[in-house]
Structures are given as structure tokens and as C-alpha cells.
């Protein structure tokens, strides 16, 4: 069965398409090991690769290597620089990466360098780590800062500019201080689900996003199920272990952000309407050890728009978790 409201045709934003029409938000974030997030003047392109400048074309030609390669699963990133964080003369680079199988945080790296250093630096990242060493003098102490970044990139889609930068905006002026900085980013996936952000290190996400719920993902702290419309996922797992993990987020609660976890899938049909999906967990302190197991099953569809410049619509299934049940994790 398809969800489907003729008068929702008559919206502009893809965003407003799929929140009228009650698209679910979990489960719809790419998952990535590694991130690179380079401080670029606006405008950007819809490809931020696409031209040398400001990126230098051998930095460039090491990040598309990278993704041919498909050694690991990446993204790049720009974000806006910012009138109180930045400076003129250097650029910022944060290389956020997966620390181990099972885990809660990306590692942060922040450095600040100059410009035609770039290429080195990523080379020496993702080529020859153990020389890292050679960039202290550009690595930034500020593993113990959050970073939030709000995607407001228009050139993709108008959505994420015109929902996106007003919330950019709340957050900035009244959630920002000396332990979480507050940026405008692009586009990351997800234009229908916007205003959209990504909450570093923590590597989830949410979208939807309305000023009432800020509080409570900024402190961490409310009622979960009044979240659970809001949240995309967590992107250290494949998408149907994102549903399953805001699943158990909503039995486990706050505690559960700090628990080390690791997703797959154990069987998935042909059709990908159903799959057997396990997600291990150890608590920070590693006394608490177990898995959740369940299972995803398709059982309806809505109709979204992919993109606010698209004239069609087009149906995207929806899932749910049945079956939810916690097992010892063997050691």
C-alpha cells in the first residue's frame, strides 16, 4: 500500500513533501569510516571536487583515488568558515575516523595549515599514517570540543538552504559556547529530510529538524520517542542497522549513546523487503556486553520527492522492527 496525498504536489520544498507525507527518517544515512571536512568559502558547487581552487588539484586527485579504491567507506565535506573560529590566512581540516570495529566516537583530528599543505596532509592521513607526526605543529587540542554541522547547501537543493540556515542560525547564536561550535556544511544525503545536521564525534544525525527538539539533542537528555521522528541514524552502521539501533535506542535511552556498537546483516531477501539484522554492544566500561537481534520488514510505502527541482514523485519503502530481543554477546 502507497501513502499518497494529491494535494502534497502543490509543495515546493522535497523536504515539505516528505515530512507531510510522513517519511521516516531512520535508516538513511550512507555509512562512513572516514570524513574529511575542508573550511571553503561560499558559494560551493554541487561537486565540491569539480574545480582545483581551493582544494589543490593533487589533493584533490588523492580524495577521488580514495573512493575508486573503495578501501574504505569516505566523505568529504565543506564547511563555511566562521567569523569567531576562523582565520584568513590557513585552512581547517577535521579528519574524523572510525577507531575500531565496535565503537561510539569517531577520532577527531583538527589541524589548521596552510593551504598548498593540503595534499600532504590527506596523502600522510590515508597513505602513511605513522608520519602524522611530521603535522603536530598544526593539530589543534580540541578533541574534547563537539562539533555540529547544519547542511544549508542551496546549490544542491534549495531545501537545505531555506530550512537549513535558519536553524544554522538558532543553534549558532544560542547553543554554541567554548565546548560545541556550530557549522554550516554541504550536503552530506538526505535534501528531503532537511534542515538536516551531523553531530560530531558522535556520527549521528537527525532531520526534520524543529527548534523545539534542539534542546534535547544538544543536552542529550528528554524523552526519546518524542526524538524518534527526528533521527536518521548513526553512521558507523549499514542503513537496516540503523533502524534497528534506534530501536534499541529508544529501550536503552541516553545511556546507549556512549555504548560501542557494531551492526550487520545476517539475512536479507532477494527483493531486500525483509532482513535479519544484529547489532553488538559493550558498555564504556566493558562490564555490560550483549547483542540486539530483530528483524526489518518492509510494510508500506509513502510517496517522496527526491529533490525540490524534481516534478515527480516517487514511492520509497518503509520498515519496521519486529521481533527485538537482546542475546550474550559470545566472546
Known amino acids: 500500500m502507497t501513502n499518497y496525498d494529491p494535494e502534497l504536489m502543490k509543495c515546493r520544498f522535497c523536504s515539505e513533501v516528505s515530512k507531510q507525507n510522513g517519511e521516516d527518517t531512520l535508516g538513511t544515512l550512507y555509512p562512513f569510516d572516514s570524513w574529511l571536512m575542508f573550511e571553503i568559502e561560499q558559494p560551493w558547487n554541487v561537486n565540491m571536487l ?51 570495529q565496535l565503537f561510539a566516537k569517531y577520532d577527531k583530528r583538527e589541524y589548521i595549515l596552510p593551504r598548498e599543505l593540503i595534499g600532504e596532509l590527506i596523502f600522510t592521513l590515508y597513505k602513511q599514517p605513522q608520519l602524522l607526526t611530521n603535522f603536530d605543529k598544526y593539530l589543534q587540542d580540541t578533541s574534547h570540543i ?50 538536516t545536521l551531523i553531530d560530531m564525534p558522535y556520527g549521528r544525525s537527525w532531520g526534520h529538524l524543529t527548534w523545539e527538539i534542539l534542546p534535547n ?63 553488538d554492544f559493550v558498555s564504556p566500561n566493558q562490564e555490560i556486553k550483549g547483542k540486539y537481534q530483530g528483524i526489518i520488514k518492509q510494510t508500506h510505502q509513502v510517496i517522496t520527492q527526491h529533490q525540490s527541482k524534481d516534478k515527480n514523485l516517487f514511492p520509497i519503502p518503509q520498515y519496521q522492527v519486529f521481533n527485538l530481543r537482546c542475546l550474550p554477546l559470545k566472546e
Open 50 to 100: 569539480a574545480k582545483p581552487q581551493p582544494i589543490p588539484q593533487a589533493a584533490i586527485d588523492l580524495i577521488q583515488e580514495i573512493h575508486q579504491q573503495q578501501k574504505i567507506k569516505f566523505w568529504q565535506l565543506a564547511i563555511a568558515p566562521d567569523h569567531e573560529y576562523s582565520t584568513s590566512d590557513n585552512i581547517r581540516i577535521f579528519h574524523y575516523s572510525r577507531p575500531a
Open 146 to 195: 563537539r562539533e555540529i554541522m547544519v547542511c544549508t547547501h542551496g546549490n544542491v537543493d534549495v531545501a537545505c538552504a531555506r530550512f537549513g540556515y535558519p536553524i544554522y542560525q538558532e543553534l549558532r547564536q544560542n547553543y554554541a559556547c567554548s565546548h560545541l561550535r556550530i557549522w554550516r556544511c554541504s550536503h552530506f544525503g538526505g535534501h528531503q529530510f532537511a534542515p
Open 217 to 279: 539533542i544538544i543536552y542529550q537528555k528528554g524523552d526519546i520517542s518524542q526524538l524518534r521522528p527526528f533521527y536518521r541514524g548513526f553512521f558507523g552502521l549499514p542503513p537496516f542497522a540503523q533502524i534497528l539501533e534506534g530501536e534499541i535506542w529508544l529501550q536503552e535511552e541516553w545511556n546507549w549513546y556512549e555504548y560501542l556498537k557494531f551492526g550487520r546483516i545476517l539475512e536479507l531477501t532477494e527483493d531486500k523487503t525483509e532482513a535479519l539484522v544484529e547489532v
